[in-house]
Nanobody, 117 residues
Framework: QVQLVESGGGLVQPGGSLRLSCAAS????????MGWYRQAPGKERELVAA???????NYADSVKGRFTISRDNAKNTVYLQVNSLKPEDTAVYYC???????????WGQGTQVTVSS
């Protein structure tokens, strides 16, 4: 089992920035992918960005050029730098970990990002 702890959410004005962090602990195996989903009120959960243990990244079209995902494998931590925030980015952001070998997926508890003036 992998435990994920997110931090870094908050209230920010449009155009602002935040840095989300997700620290993983427990039975972490490579190769794996870690990333972020988000869920806004009344909407389905959607993939925001992901990064494999090899460093390959994937982004939702809506965040390309504004969000950057990175990871520190030594610390088992993934980061999401979110810039040029828009009100439509308001959501609960969930960190996830997916182990390729076992297919097991783990989720964090979520961190709220609110973009409002």
């Amino acid at each position: 089992q992998v435990q994920l702890v997110e931090s870094g959410g908050g209230l920010v004005q449009p155009g602002g920035s935040l840095r989300l962090s997700c620290a993983a602990s427990g039975s972490i195996f490579s190769p794996n992918v870690m990333g972020w989903y988000r869920q806004a009120p009344g909407k389905e959960r959607e993939l925001v960005a992901a990064i494999t243990s090899y460093g390959s990244t994937n982004y939702a079209d809506s965040v390309k050029g504004r969000f950057t995902i990175s990871r520190d494998n030594a610390k088992n931590t993934v980061y999401l730098q979110v810039n040029s925030l828009k009100p439509e980015d308001t959501a609960v952001y969930y960190c996830y970990h997916h182990a390729f070998d076992t297919g097991r997926q783990s989720w964090g508890q979520g961190t709220q990002v609110t973009v409002s003036s």
